[in-house]
């Protein structure tokens, strides 16, 4: 069974910072892309980041670029969202997320953890 | 970045319905597009990928199609516990850009 177990979120005021790990099972941790999605309170979901299976390849949301840095450790079997310079629109529930397929084309979130919550405010 | 929005924001439906839920990209993605669901204070799940597959353990009554700028999820027979909402997402590059949400409320 696929798990993906988020950790590290809390109250952080603005220009603090706080690390977010994902802790998976289940699967083969290490062939797999993964990726950090967030939804504000009572909003959409926003893709943040995604780290390739190698960490060859890592992309932002421009939202967070230059701010946040996503990395991982595949002997551990983690992932992590290092945020910086944090902001009150950085509010909200990160979600770690399993990328199955290619990085462009048929790609697709298929397993999501079930969120840690990071509130940014004063 | 590739805007996609969804239409509409919500719906009012009942059990047994047919709903079919729009998400129109801004430029052409080919079939590179997802459904997933999501319930209050739930993590998202899966529905539909590249356009028209349905994911493993989904039931039948939901289908995708589309392709290019515009996509359908269709949900055949509605059951209570259909009653979510319902987001697209592009794969045709990054950053990979969501649509705002449909609601499915019953009616």
């Known amino acids: 069974e696929v798990r993906l177990v988020e950790s590290g979120g809390g109250l952080v005021k603005p220009g603090g910072s706080l690390r977010l790990s994902c802790a998976a099972s289940?699967?083969?941790?290490?062939?797999?892309?993964m990726n950090w999605v967030r939804q504000a309170p009572g909003k959409g979901l926003e893709w943040v980041s995604s780290?390739?299976?190698?960490?060859?390849?890592?992309y932002y949301a421009d939202s967070v670029k230059g701010r946040f840095t996503i990395s991982r450790d595949n002997a551990e079997n983690s992932v992590y969202l290092q945020m910086n310079s944090l902001r009150d629109e950085d509010t909200g529930v990160y979600f770690c997320?399993?990328?199955?397929?290619?990085?462009?084309?048929?790609?697709?979130?298929?397993?999501w953890g079930q969120g840690t919550k990071v509130t940014v405010s004063s | 970045d590739i805007k996609m929005t969804q239409s509409p924001s919500s719906l009012s439906a009942s059990v047994g319905d047919r709903v079919t839920i729009t998400c129109r990209a801004s430029?052409?993605?080919?079939?590179?597009l997802s459904w997933y669901q999501q319930k209050p204070g739930k993590a998202p799940n899966l529905l539909i990928h590249?356009?028209?597959r349905v994911q493993s353990g989904v039931p039948s009554r939901f289908s995708g199609s589309g392709s290019g700028t515009d996509f359908t999820l269709t949900i055949n027979s509605l059951q209570t516990e259909d009653f979510a909402t319902y987001f697209c997402?592009?794969?045709?590059?990054?950053?990979?850009?969501f649509g705002q949400g449909t609601k499915l409320e019953i009616k």
């Open positions: 997320a399993k990328w199955m397929g290619p990085a462009t084309g048929t790609g697709r979130i298929d397993y």
């Open positions: 289940g699967f083969t941790f290490s062939s797999y892309t």
């Open positions: 780290i390739s299976s190698s960490s060859s390849s890592i």
């Open positions: 430029q052409n993605i080919n079939i590179y």
């Open positions: 590249a356009a028209s």
């Open positions: 997402q592009q794969s045709y590059n990054t950053p990979y850009t």
